[in-house]
């Protein structure tokens, strides 16, 4: 059994294209696959319908594919996805990505790479 596979997910249905090829990325290495949605200290986890509908059909897509999905509150999204890496055994992380023209100058992506140096980070890009 490989490293596990990690996928960190959003409040929008439109994730599931993040669990689908993590899913690919885990059957590729014979890995465990896990996804994450970690809220920011202070934002509702499930108040909004919309947003825990999407929450909801992230996690029945998850299990389709076989993963765990974690919901995780912190005030620190990049330490959280490094510490809970580092606690899984993760090999290979998944994460949605904005074209480099719409990205803000602060990029999540950028800084799990720097703290996460032995870890593979497998970006899909939104299409939008």
Same mark, same amino acid.
């Given at each position: 059994m490989e490293e596990a596979v990690l996928v960190c997910?959003? @409040?929008?249905?439109?994730?599931?294209?993040? #669990? &689908? !090829?993590g899913a690919e990325v885990a059957k590729?290495?014979?890995?465990?696959?896990?996804?994450?949605?970690?809220a920011r200290v202070g934002d509702s986890l499930l108040g909004n319908p919309s947003e825990s509908e999407a929450l909801e059909y992230l996690y029945q897509i998850s299990k389709e594919h076989g993963a765990d999905m974690?919901?995780? @509150?912190?005030?620190?999204?990049?330490?959280? #996805? &490094? !510490?809970?890496?580092?606690?899984?055994?993760?090999?290979?992380?998944?994460?949605g990505r904005l074209p480099r023209s719409k990205?803000?100058?602060?990029?999540?992506?950028?800084?799990?790479?720097?703290?996460l140096p032995d870890?593979?980070?497998?970006?899909?890009?939104?299409?939008?």
């Open positions: 997910v959003t @409040r929008q249905k439109t994730c599931e294209r993040l #669990i &689908v !090829a590729e290495k014979n890995a465990p696959l896990q996804v994450i949605h970690i974690m919901m995780v @509150r912190s005030a620190d999204v990049v330490s959280t #996805i &490094v !510490a809970q890496a580092e606690k899984l055994g993760v090999g290979t992380i998944v994460m990205r803000a100058a602060f990029d999540i992506v950028d800084d799990v790479i720097s703290r870890v593979e980070i497998k970006t899909v890009y939104d299409e939008d």
